[in-house]
């Protein structure tokens, strides 16, 4: 299984947001468009949302304790879930908050040639930044649709990633429509609009974030593919007759596999625990990802 660079796509996400960032927040200063005052708190909070991301990262790395014989590799879960709330509330919310104050006190744009520039850059920024975590979704979702992929991903951090970059882009086209309808059509109400809608689309994109990482976070195992994989090349060694019971948890980066098999006879206790010692290291060659592994031999699920 190809594993994608997580860390890679946030740190390219990160240096384009923080660009972007900048960016419009000088344009918004100068023209008073609510749309990129939206833009410029959404690409704020995105980079905010980055940091968590690698703080997460970081901290699911450090090694098992007593107290954590797992490990944390859900921690990265947790702040991948708290990414989800702060794009719903300081991204969302806020963008609909400006908008709904642009629609009672409209004014007209200043220097719009000015956010129409800028709005371009950040495109082109983001556009780098979505190429750049499209390359590393694709190492590891095959033939799946992006949303087929997106539902059923076990990689926090990608996913989130994943999600930001497209919203942002598609914020990016909203407010470029919203500020070209607003000056050419001499109308602050566009503007007003379109910040609207970059709120209702942070939020809906937040809500799927936040919905997929609970999963995570309650405990789900592998995909059904790596999960029948796994069985099958139990049940291929030569010393497990069947596998009567097989369960996964996904721990961050790692997961953990509890499997029930009937062994076929042995002539000694101790040739038993060869065989099951040698098919557990041949399951963890080919699954590399599994970390932990707990074999019991049993006659009966």
Request: proline content about 3%.
């Amino acid at each position: 299984m190809a594993g994608a660079d997580s860390a890679r796509a946030v740190f390219l996400a990160l240096g384009a947001n923080a660009a972007i960032a900048v960016a419009k927040y000088a344009a918004a200063a100068v023209t008073g468009s609510g749309s990129m005052a939206a833009e410029a708190v959404h690409s704020t909070a995105d980079c905010g949302n980055q940091l968590l991301l690698l703080l997460g990262l970081k901290r699911s790395r450090r090694a098992p304790d007593r107290e954590h014989p797992l490990g944390f590799g859900k921690e990265t879960y947790f702040w991948s879930f708290i990414v989800a709330i702060m794009l719903f509330s300081m991204g969302g919310l806020f963008s609909i908050y400006e908008g709904a104050h642009k629609l009672f006190a409209r004014e007209p744009l200043s220097h719009p040639y000015i956010a129409v520039g800028v709005l371009l850059f950040s495109i082109a920024m983001e556009a780098a930044s979505m190429a750049g975590a499209l390359r590393e979704v694709n190492k590891v979702r095959g033939a799946a649709a992006l949303w087929s992929w997106f539902r059923a991903t076990r990689n926090s951090e990608l996913a989130v990633v994943f999600a930001e970059d497209l919203a942002a882009l598609a914020g990016l086209v909203f407010a470029l429509l919203a500020v070209l309808a607003a000056w050419l059509l001499d109308d602050p109400l566009y503007d007003a609009l379109g910040s609207l809608a970059i709120g209702a689309l942070l939020m809906v994109v937040a809500l799927a974030v936040g919905a997929q990482v609970m999963q995570l976070l309650v405990g789900q195992g592998v995909e059904a593919p790596v999960r029948q994989a796994m069985v099958e090349h139990f049940e291929a060694d030569p010393a497990v007759e069947a596998v009567l019971e097989l369960l996964t948890l996904h721990m961050g980066a790692d997961v953990m596999v509890a499997v029930k098999a009937k062994m076929r006879e042995h002539p000694t206790q101790a040739a038993l625990v060869d065989a099951i010692n040698d098919a557990e290291a041949s399951f963890k060659a080919r699954f590399p990802q599994v970390r932990w592994i707990f074999f019991e031999p049993d006659v009966r699920d």
